[in-house]
């Protein structure tokens, strides 16, 4: 018995020498560990949240715009041993291999419900506007059953967020918010304020414009696609590449055209992939499609001012949240494990949504814009008419008139609505 003693401490040196954890320290909020690359933090929030950080060289001090509720730091245990270091509350527990870094999350009867991929960690040095910065970048385990929903109100037509690649940028009709909630039963919160690539596709295209002669004075090029020829106008612009994948199976396809634009069109070998047409779409969409192994034609087109970037990734049952610009490593995982206990405990600590006041349940009357005040009295008036209940009418943009685009002016035409009891709200 006292050999195998000796042995044991012996082998304790080897067992230490290929770990990236050398040493770590509670804290009043949770626990920080030093390890060969930077400081890692695990932080409680919350009998079902736990946040975590990784910074260098120092833990920067960041604004709280997100988290921004007083809270009790929760009861937390933590669990040493030679493999691995546990924090647990009450709800969830999370788990730091010391080998390899790599962060996995249990519930509280021990299963693993979320995993970083091991080496996956990402804090690289980088610069935006002459300002030093890092870009930080992490990488998730997503099993082949896993259903993933959130990141805000997009036009791409994604239900299932898994292996889909998107831009999380806010412009008009798009909002984007770096949350998501899986069907294994938690909420992840990527904490980051600026530019977010979720799933981001790392494979770009090269794309020439093609050019065509001007036959008339609506000069016009030809897509050829499985539903027929288009044409296009003359302020917009084709163009075309080719590119190869390795293998058979299903890609994602990212399109940034740089700015707003009013369709969405990509064609691989004659078939559209995304086909979409608005007044208000977003510079970024992406689609997932099936290719076979070899090289493929790709054609896009869009207004001509704008400048299109076309990528694709394949599908690797991963999940990765990417930050060009960023202070440090930041995310939050909440566990339920319904979506009712996650958005609960999310609110509790980012703040309470307030209940819209009565009226604003009501019928809403809402176009494109009104040209004139007249014209929008008239049209309160005639639902008056007709006795047809309406608590709100939007104006919608223009209603600055000469005074500039936005420029928050308001017009008479407001104190003539309220006088047929309505309310108005400029957007």
């Not at 004075?217 to 994948?245: D, E, R």
């Not at 790709?298 to 049952?317: A, E, F, G, H, M």
């Not at 009226?359 to 009357?365: D, E, H, K, L």
């Not at 928050?408 to 709200?425: A, D, E, G, N, Q």
Request: net charge neutral.
């Amino acid at each position: 018995m006292t050999g195998k003693r000796i042995i044991w401490i012996c082998l304790i040196p080897f067992l230490c020498l290929g770990q990236v954890v050398e040493d770590f320290q509670r804290t009043a909020d949770g626990i920080q560990m030093s390890m060969q690359d930077g400081t890692l933090g695990i932080y409680p929030l919350s009998d079902r949240a736990v946040r975590i950080k990784f910074f260098r060289p120092l833990r920067p001090s960041v604004p709280e715009f997100v988290i921004t509720q007083n809270f009790t730091v929760p009861e937390f245990q933590v669990a040493d041993s030679p493999e691995k270091v546990v924090v647990t509350v009450k709800y969830l527990s999370a788990v730091l291999d010391k080998q390899n870094g790599n962060l996995s999350f249990l519930n509280h009867s021990g299963k693993t419900f979320l995993s970083e991929l091991a080496g996956s960690r990402k804090l690289m040095p980088d610069s935006a506007l002459s300002e030093p910065c890092f870009r930080a970048e992490q990488t998730f385990l997503s099993p082949a059953h896993e259903y993933l929903f959130g990141l805000g109100q997009f036009q791409d037509g994604h239900y299932n967020l898994r292996n889909a690649s998107r831009r999380l940028t806010q412009v008009n009709s798009q909002i984007s918010l770096p949350f998501i909630y899986s069907s294994e039963g938690y909420g992840l919160l990527w904490h980051q304020y600026g530019l977010v690539d979720f799933n981001p596709a790392d494979n770009p295209i090269s794309l020439q414009e093609q050019k065509q002669a001007n036959d008339g004075p609506t000069p016009s090029a030809q897509v050829t696609t499985s539903s027929g020829t288009q044409k296009v106008a003359q302020n917009q612009s084709l163009y075309s590449g080719h590119f190869k994948v390795p293998e058979d199976g299903v890609y994602s396809i990212f399109l940034d055209l740089g700015d707003m634009d009013n369709r969405h069109l990509v064609v691989i070998d004659g078939k559209p992939c995304i086909d979409v047409s608005n007044y208000w779409l977003p510079p970024a969409t992406s689609a997932l499609v099936d290719l076979n192994a070899g090289e493929h034609q790709v054609q896009l087109i869009c207004k001509s001012s704008n400048t299109p970037r076309i990528s694709w990734k394949q599908v690797d049952y991963l999940t990765t949240f990417r930050s060009p610009n960023a202070r440090l490593l930041d995310y939050i995982v909440f566990y339920g494990p319904s979506a009712d206990s996650v958005i609960s405990a999310y609110r509790k600590l980012s703040g309470d949504v307030p209940m819209l006041p009565r009226w604003a349940y009501g019928f809403w009357q809402c176009r494109e814009r009104y040209t004139s005040s007249a014209h929008l009295v008239e049209t309160v008036k005639e639902f008056r008419k007709r006795d047809l209940p309406m608590d709100v009418i939007v104006q919608d943009w223009q209603y600055w008139g000469n005074h500039g685009w936005g420029v928050p002016r308001l017009m008479r035409f407001i104190i003539l609505i309220l006088l047929h009891l309505s309310k108005i709200y400029t957007i």
